[in-house]
T-cell receptor, first 112, second 111 residues
Framework: NAGVTQTPKFQVLKTGQSMTLQCAQD?????MSWYRQDPGMGLRLIHY?????ITDQGEVPNGYNVSRSTTEDFPLRLLSAAPSQTSVYFC????WGRGEQYFGPGTRLTVT | QKEVEQDPGPLSVPEGAIVSLNCTYS??????FMWYRQYSRKGPELLMY????GNKEDGRFTAQVDKSSKYISLFIRDSQPSDSATYLC???????????FGTGTSLTVIP
């Protein structure tokens, strides 16, 4: 099993550009989520999904969109990038919305 | 008040020492408690997972949960330089589908 994979590993955007961060898992997990990690602030939940076709907002959803058309994939879209979105983004999955959660390797995003 | 509080450290110990890492929380509905290890520029790696109160041991690592005090701990015995990382606590319960994380404690084990 590859576990949770994320692409790209690194990305530089200009303010106003849009892009999609990809996340996939091969563990047949129902629950998937996106976090951003900033120094001193820990992991903050952006959006999560409890199954295909079902998504919900987390703590910091503004400026981000998600959709979940399959169990395996959960892409995160930045609509119009801003410097405040410079961060490390992690995707995670869990069998249920409880207990063990597994993380991908992260995407380092810089917005200039 | 934050749902989960964790001392950020940094913590620096000599090789072979016993390390104690702790988190407190405010929501009594939390039932699932996790510890993650995160090396620099890597994703968090699940280290220990505990359901409800009690102890769980895995090699040099022991996780303890005291629900009456809303306090969880991770002990590392015979610490090694390879244990140098940031340790994150996390928890959730029957309150919804969100996981709540501490901000992480940075640990350095000096050879």
């Amino acid at each position: 099993n590859a576990g949770v994979t994320q692409t790209p590993k690194f990305q530089v955007l200009k303010t106003g550009q849009s892009m999609t961060l990809q996340c996939a898992q091969d563990m047949n997990h129902e629950y998937m989520s996106w976090y951003r990690q900033d120094p001193g602030m820990g992991l903050r939940l952006i959006h999560y999904s409890v199954g295909a076709g079902i998504t919900d907002q987390g703590e910091v959803p503004n400026g981000y969109n998600v959709s979940r058309s399959t169990t395996e994939d959960f892409p995160l879209r930045l609509l119009s990038a801003a410097p405040s979105q410079t961060s490390v983004y992690f995707c995670a999955s869990s069998r249920w919305g409880r207990g063990e959660q597994y993380f991908g390797p992260g995407t380092r995003l810089t917005v200039t | 008040q934050k749902e989960v509080e964790q001392d950020p450290g940094p913590l620096s110990v000599p090789e072979g020492a016993i390390v104690s890492l702790n988190c407190t929380y405010s929501n009594s509905a939390f039932q699932y408690f996790m510890w993650y290890r995160q090396y620099s520029r890597k994703g968090p790696e699940l280290l220990m997972y505990t359901y409800s109160s009690g102890n769980k041991e895995d090699g040099r690592f022991t996780a303890q949960v005291d629900k009456s005090s809303k306090y969880i701990s991770l002990f590392i015995r015979d610490s090694q330089p390879s244990d140098s990382a940031t340790y994150l606590c996390a928890m959730n319960g029957n309150t919804g589908n969100q996981f709540y994380f501490g901000t992480g404690t940075s640990l350095t084990v000096i050879p």
